[in-house]
């Protein structure tokens, strides 16, 4: 079993900036594709990023590409999305997830085991 828990949402203005972060406890982090994903009202959960196992690889949805950033530190256990530009159509519930997959990075939501409860992220105009 992997534990996640995220923190760092808020509402914030369109143009500002968020850190989203996620920690990790149970078996061993560094085994993990990490992934975020978001929800908003009334639509399905989607892929925003991932990161391989020793963070070399990502892996963005196009439409927060060069605003987001993703990251971890197998060290500590924690998967982190720097949230920049941010915009109204950015609102929605964010999700870090654990896969344990062969694969480098995957957006697959069927491919991740683990889920943490979600972080509330507003965009105001």
């Known amino acids: 079993q992997v534990q996640l828990v995220e923190s760092g949402g808020g509402l914030v203005q369109a143009g500002g900036s968020l850190r989203l972060s996620c920690a990790a406890s149970?078996?061993?982090?560094?085994?993990?594709?990490m992934g975020w994903f978001r929800q908003a009202p009334g639509k399905e959960r989607e892929f925003v990023a991932s990161?391989?196992?020793?963070?070399?690889?990502?892996y963005y949805t196009d439409s927060v590409k060069g605003r987001f950033t993703v990251s971890r530190d197998n060290a500590k256990s924690t998967v982190s999305l720097q949230m920049n530009s941010l915009k109204p159509e950015d609102t929605a519930v964010y999700y870090c997830a654990a896969a344990a997959s062969p694969l480098l990075t995957t957006t697959r939501t069927l491919s991740y085991n683990y889920w943490g409860q979600g972080t509330q992220v507003t965009v105001s105009s």
């Open positions: 990161i391989s196992r020793n963070g070399g690889s990502t």
């Open positions: 149970g078996r061993t982090f560094s085994n993990y594709v």
